[in-house]
């Protein structure tokens, strides 16, 4: 895993200062600090006017953090800060963060120094040290018990790796009437454990396949549905709709390794993996909820999906979800399929 970037220390800058002394290379500095060589060029060029010193360096490098902070957009130190005591006197009123920022727009359009985000006004309040006056305005917003969202939080900014929603979806997932349209999600364990299992549910015969995740990660996700998919026929493996999780990041290895086609969810909306939705509370029949998941092995696994899939189904006619799968895997339509003789 790559580390963080950090900035120079004072014992790093010494270093650099008797490199440059003894006439080393940026190169060798760098390799010497573990650091990049394009960190240590920009660092002689910015603090060597004559000689390099560390000293002198450190001390430069934190006057210009310190020029670097923007000043406060909404100050609330000092009674004479009108903008504030409007904020205060609004947010008394009982207006919203958003009504009072908009109406001193409205009531100042051509005084900017009176706009301010609503956004700022609540990392203000948030701001502010303990006492009667944020226990007063805090009292004020009417959040409903639900913690405000710091702009650049939402999900949908982080998931720009989603390409397919479910309405790009091809008819013949939707009629249920053609064998190889899944459905995919995770049950994750609770507390410290990181497992989960993975699930994987055929709209058309309602054939499970159940997974042991040693973690609830986008690699390992990947990894698990491929190997499970690889043991299902390629004209089998059309789509594959899930939600929108990170676990799913990896999926477009997952198209090139099994050919199948990755669809998202829109936000929130379970019912449009409804198979999953009820696969999971069956499986929960088996492993209630806080279960442990480090004690369950894919011997586990693998039995309650036997379970699940030799279940008899209203939706089939009163056949198996095996034996729909096994029906049309060996070429019958879906009517054909549920009409079979049951053995």
């Not at 700022?120 to 009417?142: F, H, N, Q, S, V």
């Not at 709209?203 to 995740?213: G, V």
């Not at 990170?246 to 449009?272: D, K, N, Y």
């Not at 492993?287 to 369950?296: F, W």
Request: hydrophobic share 35%; aromatic share 8%; net charge positive.
């Amino acid at each position: 895993m790559d580390k963080s970037y950090e900035h120079l220390s004072s014992q790093e800058r010494e270093r650099i200062a008797i490199g440059v002394a003894q006439g080393q290379s940026a190169r060798a500095i760098a390799r010497a600090l573990c650091r990049s060589n394009s960190t240590i060029s920009r660092e002689i060029q910015r603090n060597a006017s004559e000689a390099y010193s560390g000293v002198t360096a450190h001390e430069a490098a934190r006057h210009r953090l310190r020029k670097a902070r923007r000043p406060a957009r909404l100050p609330h130190r000092g009674l004479n800060n009108g903008l504030w005591c409007n904020v205060v006197r609004q947010l008394r009123r009982g207006l919203s963060p958003e009504q009072a920022a908009c109406r001193l727009k409205a009531r100042h359009p051509k005084q900017p120094e009176f706009w301010v985000s609503h956004q700022t006004i609540y990392r203000a309040i948030y701001i502010l040290p303990r006492g009667e006056l944020k226990r007063d305005l805090m009292d004020c917003l009417r959040r409903d018990g639900k913690p405000y969202k710091k702009p650049g939080a939402s999900t949908e900014s982080r998931r720009r790796w989603i390409e397919h929603l479910i309405t790009e979806r091809p008819v013949e997932a939707e009629d249920r009437l053609t064998a190889g349209h899944w459905e995919g999600d995770l049950v994750i364990g609770q507390g410290k454990s990181s497992q989960a299992i993975g699930v994987l549910y055929e709209r058309t015969s309602r054939h499970i396949r159940l997974l042991k995740l040693a973690r609830h990660d986008a690699w390992s996700t990947y990894r698990g549905f491929r190997r499970a998919l690889r043991r299902v026929p390629e004209t089998f493996c059309q789509t594959l709709t899930y939600d929108q999780g990170s676990e799913m990041a990896e999926h477009r290895r997952l198209t090139a390794a099994t050919g199948i086609q990755v669809f998202f969810c829109h936000p929130h909306s379970p019912w449009e993996r409804p198979g999953c939705e009820n696969v999971n509370g069956l499986i929960r029949e088996y492993l209630p909820k806080g279960y442990p998941l480090d004690d369950v092995g894919q011997a586990v696994l693998d039995k309650i999906a036997y379970m699940l899939n030799t279940r008899p189904r209203k939706t089939l006619n009163w056949r198996t979800p095996n034996e729909v799968w096994k029906a049309m895997t060996n070429g019958m339509t879906f009517e054909q399929a549920i009409q079979q003789p049951i053995l």
